[in-house]
């Protein structure tokens, strides 16, 4: 019974990194390096865009970053979120384009 108790905690503890879902208008570069496609120069890519063109409006304004096409939205798309933005917040960043 032992265990059984200490497997299932196991599995729950790994498990958990597998269903953390990034922001990609806060991340940071490490926390952008944790997907699945994305490494060191497409996370810098994804900050700079953001930086220069405000917050992304939906997930699927990433493909607007260089480095990033639909293949890796594909990959993307369950693991990233834009996260709740402001009214403001949203109508400015669908202006920015």
């Known amino acids: 019974m032992k265990l059984l108790l200490i497997s299932a905690f196991l599995m ?6 597998a269903f953390a ?9 490490a ?6 496609g994305i490494g060191p120069a497409k996370a810098k ?4 865009h953001r930086e ?3 917050l992304f409006a ?8 260089d480095g990033i096409g639909q293949g890796t939205m594909n990959q993307l798309r ?8 402001p009214a ?6 669908m202006t920015s384009q």
């Open 12 to 17: 729950f503890v790994f498990a958990g990194p």
């Open 21 to 29: 879902v990034v922001n990609i208008n806060t991340a940071t570069q």
């Open 31 to 36: 926390e952008l390096e944790t997907l699945q």
């Open 45 to 48: 890519a994804i900050i700079a």
């Open 52 to 54: 220069q063109k405000g």
């Open 58 to 65: 939906s997930t699927e304004h990433l493909t607007e970053v």
């Open 78 to 85: 369950d693991s990233i979120t834009v996260g709740d933005m």
């Open 88 to 93: 403001t917040a949203t109508a400015a960043a």
